[in-house]
């Protein structure tokens, strides 16, 4: 088994055909069989059921994968350093859209700050999005602020956050304080897209409940949902950290809901597998201290 065996394979797992990798990696088909039969032969597993000419991943052959990304980008990272000891570095963070509109850009900027030669690059998408990027490896770590779902992925809560339930001047709910668990089936809801932590955590709610309710408008971040609430179209639940100015101008009025606390936690998440470099760590401290 060697390196370019795994790279042959991480290849066709994502193309899912032996002739598009043939393609992909300028190579001859029979050799991209051959490297996958060789695989299999050599661990003693089927990495691959061939059903109507397509291929699918096996249960193995999924844990193989996951090995061989990391294997691959961590051989690509030492190559990088070894050649290149005086250039900067480079880390890839993600993060949930709450964060990445609150925290992320304090954290890249001290990051920065303490590691002038280094870069940060950064992506921001729902909690679901970000997860998926850490196990395909595309980034190094990231901050979200929704439940993991994945059992390859650690989670190390840092900060705790205040989920609210909020409407705009022209709502009926404006100024009343608090509403019990039964009003909110007749209410019009804000809600942000699924995959959204925030949107899980409020639908765990609800079912927990046995609340009915229907999302009138989805919204695909933060920025969109709090216009919304602010025209008065329905209500909506959205990280605390978010309205804070809103909140005070008066443009968003606070509702508690009696016998429920929406509180959960910002975590820091990496694939178990990920080697974390001392620059990595670096950064993820900085959160920590943040809490």
Not at 92 to 113: D, H, M, Q, W
Not at 179 to 189: K, N, Q
Not at 208 to 224: A, F, H
């Amino acid at each position: 088994m060697t390196l370019r065996h795994l790279k042959i394979f991480i290849t066709v797992a994502d193309l899912r055909s032996m002739t598009a990798a043939a393609k992909a990696l300028y190579i001859a088909q029979p050799t991209v069989s051959q490297s996958i039969s060789e695989l299999e032969d050599y661990y003693g597993i089927k990495l691959f059921d061939r059903l109507s000419k397509k291929l699918f991943i096996t249960e193995k052959g999924s844990q193989l994968l996951s090995y061989a990304r990391h294997i691959t980008n961590l051989v690509n990272e030492m190559e990088y350093v070894m050649k290149n000891p005086d250039k900067s570095g480079t880390i890839k963070v993600g993060a949930s859209l709450t964060i990445g509109t609150y925290l992320l850009p304090e954290l890249v900027n001290e990051f920065i700050r303490q590691y002038p030669l280094w870069q940060v690059k950064a992506i921001t998408k729902n909690t679901q999005d970000i997860e998926h990027l850490i196990i395909q490896n595309e980034i190094d770590f990231a901050v979200v602020e929704g439940m993991v779902h994945t059992s390859d992925i650690i989670a190390n809560p840092f900060m705790d956050d205040d989920l609210l339930l909020v409407c705009g001047r022209k709502h009926k709910l404006y100024g009343i304080k608090s509403i019990s668990l039964g009003e909110l089936s007749g209410l019009r809801f804000i809600v942000r897209e699924k995959g959204s932590g925030t949107r899980e955590l409020f639908e765990n709610m609800m079912a927990i409940n046995e609340i009915k309710w229907q999302p009138d408008w989805e919204c695909n971040g933060s920025d969109v949902l709090k216009s919304a609430a602010v025209s008065g179209i329905g209500v909506a639940v959205i990280s605390k950290l978010l309205v804070k100015k809103e909140l005070e101008t008066g443009e968003l009025f606070s509702i508690k809901i009696d016998g429920i606390d929406l509180k959960r936690k910002f975590s820091v998440i990496y694939h178990k597998n990920k080697f974390l470099t001392n620059y990595m760590k670096a950064f993820m401290d900085l959160c920590y201290k943040i809490s």
